[in-house]
């Protein structure tokens, strides 16, 4: 991690669950952070909760799955920063309910595709546009989920995941997409990765609309264990890309 030290990266969906500790992760790293989030007080307050970490943790208000939000994050970023070094895309959402129920909206559909995949493609196109122009190393991290490695079935159509795992599916192939275009470069010092995490307590399943008796029963990783993974991922060798990294629970079948 020494040679991201003073370096600046971003965290996208950082108010809350896995980004809050990715981002609280890096700054202890001595990383000068910045996160994303349409809840920017959230992040605020976590600054203030790590002021004395070696690196600084910096808020801007966007909403990725908005391609207007993110140009203007991008501007802010470009201006304030002048570059970025590390680009970590971990916003995300999910809605509990079956693909065909009336209670799932167009809308709810619309903004999980948008914020889970769109934005992640726009994001992580404009993020590359900038680490080139600094010719320095950079980091592409996807915050992706088993659940893009796993077969539709009738356990997960059973849990609503309605066109999640269809998102999920669309990172592990642009995250492979993306490394293999940079890769064409032999002077490409950009490396891309994806995560992906099984079951993470995280209120994405509250948000969601997961019933009481469901989230009672819910085991998984804690956000802090998917931070340390990304931490691990930025500490490899400069020569080496870990191109899908995948973390479960012990004896977890999700």
Not at 35 to 60: M, P, T, V, Y
Not at 227 to 237: E, I, K, Q, R, S
Request: aromatic share 6%; net charge neutral; with cysteine.
């Amino acid at each position: 991690m020494d040679k991201w030290f003073g370096k600046t990266a971003v965290v996208t969906g950082a108010s809350s669950g896995i980004g809050a500790s990715i981002l609280v992760a890096l700054a202890k790293a001595g990383v000068n952070v910045i996160g994303l989030a349409r809840r920017k007080d959230r992040i605020e307050a976590l600054a203030e909760q790590n002021k004395s970490a070696k690196g600084k943790i910096h808020s801007f208000a966007c909403d990725v799955s908005d391609p207007k939000s993110v140009d203007a994050a991008f501007e802010w970023i470009e201006k304030t920063f002048g570059t970025v070094n590390i680009w970590i895309n971990n916003a995300g959402i999910w809605r509990c309910n079956k693909l065909t129920n009336d209670a799932l909206t167009d809308s709810e559909i619309i903004d999980t595709v948008n914020t889970n995949f769109t934005g992640l493609v726009l994001c992580s196109r404009k993020a590359v546009k900038l680490m080139q122009k600094n010719g320095e190393a950079g980091y592409v991290i996807n915050i992706n989920s088993i659940a893009g490695q796993m077969s539709a079935c009738g356990v997960m159509a059973d849990y609503g995941t309605n066109v999640y795992m269809s998102t999920k599916h669309g990172v592990t192939q642009i995250t492979e997409i993306l490394r293999l275009e940079l890769a064409s470069n032999p002077n490409n010092k950009i490396k891309v990765s994806s995560v992906s995490p099984g079951v993470v307590k995280t209120d994405i399943f509250e948000i969601a609309g997961m019933s009481k008796a469901g989230l009672e029963l819910l085991q998984g990783l804690k956000p802090e264990e998917v931070a340390d993974a990304v931490v691990y991922l930025l500490g490899t060798p400069e020569s080496v890309n870990v191109t899908e990294l995948t973390i479960r629970l012990l004896n977890s079948p999700f």
